[in-house]
T-cell receptor, first 114, second 113 residues
Framework: NAGVTQTPKFRVLKTGQSMTLLCAQD?????MYWYRQDPGMGLRLIHY???????AKGEVPDGYNVSRLKKQNFLLGLESAAPSQTSVYFC?????????????FGPGTRLLVL | DQQVKQNSPSLSVQEGRISILNCDYT??????FLWYKKYPAEGPTFLIS?????DKNEDGRFTVFLNKSAKHLSLHIVPSQPGDSAVYFC????????????FGTGTLLAVQP
């Protein structure tokens, strides 16, 4: 039982390049999330999904797209990377029990955009 | 507008003493609160939670207190150990957040041996 895994762990991009971050969970969770963490900003929600085939915008969605084609996978895409997207990206998954949600996080992807 | 606030960016405590981490929130619709712990180069891990119907929840060395009238919660760690040194995030959810977690900015706890 690996929990939540993220690929890659670290990546360097040039401005304008594109890439996809992969998140996988083996806990059969319905909900999945992408966050970014920046110094002094805490964790900010980029996009989330409440089930296979559904996605929704979070707090900071601009410049990112997501897809949830399979229940266990949640992809985060950067179509044209910008230096402002340099950050640490965390994926999380959860089940919702009686309106009380506990999210389980992956180890993170560190992205540097030059 | 930050709905969940951790006003202390850092805290230093001696080993064996009590660590108290604080968190304030502004949205009265929040009804579930969590604390996460994060080590460098790792993802946050769930530590302890509390529902708004309670004012205290205890798990071993960790206790979370909730003061709804003051919109304040705190995490007590007793006794503190060097392995507790990490960043602690407070998070909240409820109808006001449409079941999504809203995180504070984190407090870096350093437990000195």
């Amino acid at each position: 039982n690996a929990g939540v895994t993220q690929t890659p762990k670290f990546r360097v991009l040039k401005t304008g390049q594109s890439m996809t971050l992969l998140c996988a969970q083996d806990m059969n969770h319905e909900y999945m999330y992408w966050y970014r963490q920046d110094p002094g900003m805490g964790l900010r929600l980029i996009h989330y999904s409440v089930g296979e085939g559904t996605t929704a915008k979070g707090e900071v969605p601009d410049g990112y797209n997501v897809s949830r084609l399979k229940k266990q996978n949640f992809l985060l895409g950067l179509e044209s990377a910008a230096p402002s997207q340099t950050s640490v990206y965390f994926c999380a998954s959860s089940f919702l029990l009686a309106n009380q949600e506990t999210q389980y996080f992956g180890p993170g992807t560190r992205l540097l955009v030059l | 507008d930050q709905q969940v606030k951790q006003n202390s960016p850092s805290l230093s405590v001696q080993e064996g003493r009590i660590s108290i981490l604080n968190c304030d929130y502004t949205n009265s619709m929040f009804d579930y609160f969590l604390w996460y712990k994060k080590y460098p180069a790792e993802g946050p891990t769930f530590l302890i939670s509390i529902s708004s119907i309670k004012d205290k929840n205890e798990d071993g060395r960790f206790t979370v207190f909730l003061n709804k009238s003051a919109k304040h919660l705190s995490l007590h760690i007793v006794p503190s150990q060097p392995g507790d040194s990490a960043v602690y995030f407070c998070a909240a959810s409820g109808f006001g957040a449409t079941n999504k977690l809203i995180f504070g900015t984190g407090t870096l706890l350093a437990v000195q041996p």
